[in-house]
């Protein structure tokens, strides 16, 4: 299909980060030169370790000019400073760093004040420049509330152009509600951002204007996954004696198939593996099927607990999943925004604030679409506060001795990969009781929820001194030995009468324990182990089918 616009026709860019660590972001376009690789990675290798001088770095300003470091111009980063060999220096950057949003203002080495450290290393090896304008491509499909685009100095990228429209009943009613484009974007940019960051796989790129986003390239498997925990709708209808209102446990998964002559019909998994569907070369099979499945329970779940905080409950959701044609990966795509689920404040439906208060209307005047447009952007201010929480927490890490560092650095990379902050300190509580006493207070007294990781070998008193003396959390984590483990991990096993402190030796098990903990009030930490649970499940259904693959 041919666009309505021009093939030149160019769309304005925001300032909204990208993604990281997107496969959509993991190569270059418009076939970047080899210099610009290296140099990006160098930049962004360089601004994910570097730490010193943050305080200063973030007082500086983007107009500050490069100076001298041991004979080297360097780079303010926001996080501190980047000396840029010579070889860097050499490079011409004009068209910037994709994900960094410099667009044509790095001029002669010199970058403005940016948040390269959020950028994983990983993604500098393919960063494509990203200009300020966009230059449209052939339009590749419309729907019935949004348009896709080719970019074409985006390769295996589209932008996805959301239109002021709402329809309901396979646009058997239709009408122009202005703003909704807008209102829409923010919403699926938003629910995407949450589920990315989570650890869900996506096509979701950043937000490109008030009323578009660019998304990678996807083929779509042309099936609707609905995930129900409350009976209500349609449902109903195809279940007669079901009361509205009757709670699945686990949520329900159903599957619709993508066909508005024929209204939809439900289709069962056995009806999509006989398909025999294939998309960018993946052929989707039982694999294939139970990946889709268990990731639509996985979004429900994250995006249900999401909305706890906000005392609104989500009811059901659709979405969809595509193969992105550059890595072959099935992955979340389409968009999520107040068309795609049915949400009840305080689990009242009469308070439902989704695209069902436009589908009950007896008659659609402007007066019902304003209420209609108030119901969506009420969901709009709300989910920008998925991305926050109120609740916070830290794991506090004390090892008996510093030869035990290694250790104990393990356990707060892994607390950092939860987004939970961690301290290391040293203290013995044979040698110093006291000094161990007073650190604990310390925590204590400051009112942050805090978990404590006794990191102790041989004689492990560290661990039951403080589970005697605090009534927070405490996990035994001991840095066992080939030689003595056997025998020493009984001081952490064998405790007196009246102490709860469990020993986990893996320290990344320990990490996830505290994570647990804290995933009990923060909706974020929980997000993230349950996609931490998804991911470890696809990668061994991946594995499992690989190896049968090689045996036949």
């Not at 393919?126 to 509330?145: D, H, Q, R, S, Y």
């Not at 938003?190 to 083929?219: N, P, Y």
């Not at 389409?334 to 989704?354: A, C, E, F, T, Y």
Request: net charge positive.
């Amino acid at each position: 299909m041919q666009p309505n616009t021009p093939h030149s026709s160019r769309i304005p860019s925001s300032s909204n980060s990208i993604a990281p660590g997107h496969p959509a972001e993991t190569r270059a376009a418009a076939g970047p030169s080899a210099r610009v690789v290296a140099a990006a990675s160098y930049l962004l290798r360089e601004a994910n370790s570097c730490c010193v001088g943050a305080a200063a770095a973030r007082n500086r300003t983007a107009s500050s000019r490069p100076k001298a470091r041991h004979g080297l111009p360097y780079l303010h980063t926001g996080v501190g400073t980047l000396t840029i060999p010579p070889a860097a220096r050499a490079i011409d950057w004009g068209g910037g760093v994709a994900g960094s949003g410099l667009g044509n203002t790095v001029q002669r080495g010199h970058l403005p004040l940016l948040r390269v450290c959020l950028v994983p290393a990983a993604l500098a090896a393919a960063m494509a420049p990203v200009a300020t304008e966009l230059k449209l491509g052939k339009k590749i499909n419309e729907g019935k509330t949004k348009e896709v685009y080719e970019l074409p100095d985006l390769a295996g990228c589209v932008l996805m152009q959301s239109k002021d429209q709402i329809t309901a009943g396979n646009a058997a009613r239709k009408d122009h509600m202005e703003g909704k484009a807008a209102i829409s974007n923010t919403t699926t940019s938003c629910v995407f951002q949450l589920l990315h960051e989570s650890g869900i796989k996506t096509a979701f790129v950043r937000k490109h204007g008030d009323t578009a986003f660019i998304a990678a390239q996807c083929e779509m498997i042309p099936i609707e996954w609905v995930c129900r925990r409350i009976a209500t709708g349609s449902f109903l209808k195809r279940n007669p004696g079901v009361k509205e209102g009757y709670k699945f446990y686990p949520p329900k998964i159903e599957m619709f198939y993508k066909d508005d002559a024929a209204n939809d019909p439900q289709w069962s998994e056995e009806q999509l593996i006989e398909a025999k569907f294939c998309f960018a070369g993946l052929t989707i099979g039982q694999t294939e099927v139970d990946i889709m499945a268990h990731s639509t329970q996985a979004i429900f779940e994250i995006l249900e607990k999401s909305w706890f905080p906000q005392n609104c409950t989500l009811v059901d959701m659709k979405i969809e999943f595509g193969v992105n044609i550059t890595t072959k990966e099935i992955v979340l795509a389409d968009v999520i925004d107040n068309d795609s689920w049915r949400l009840w404040p305080s689990g009242d439906r009469s308070q439902q604030k989704d695209k069902q208060s436009y589908r009950d209307l007896k008659e659609v005047t402007p007066e019902a679409l304003q209420m209609v447009k108030r119901n969506f952007e009420w969901v709009a201010e709300r989910v920008e506060l998925l991305l926050k929480t109120k609740s916070h927490g830290r794991v506090v890490v004390l090892m008996g001795s510093s030869s035990d560092l290694g250790h104990c650095e393990k356990i707060k990379k892994a607390c950092a990969n939860f987004g939970i902050p961690c301290e290391l300190r040293v203290t013995s509580a044979h040698k110093g009781p006291d000094e161990t006493l007073r650190i604990k207070a310390e925590y204590e007294g400051d009112g942050i929820p805090t978990v404590f990781v006794a990191v102790a070998g041989r004689s492990n008193g560290l661990g039951p001194v403080l589970s005697g003396n605090t009534s927070y959390p405490v996990v035994n984590c001991p840095p066992l030995s080939a030689d003595w483990g056997p025998q020493d991990v009984w001081s952490s096993l064998r405790l007196p009468s009246g102490l709860g402190c469990p020993t986990i030796l893996s320290p990344e098990g320990a990490a996830q324990f505290a994570a647990q903990i804290f995933g009990l009030s923060n909706h974020l930490v929980w997000a993230k182990l349950r996609s931490s649970m998804l991911n470890t499940w696809i990668s061994l259904k991946q594995a499992d089918k690989k190896l049968r693959e090689c045996t036949l």
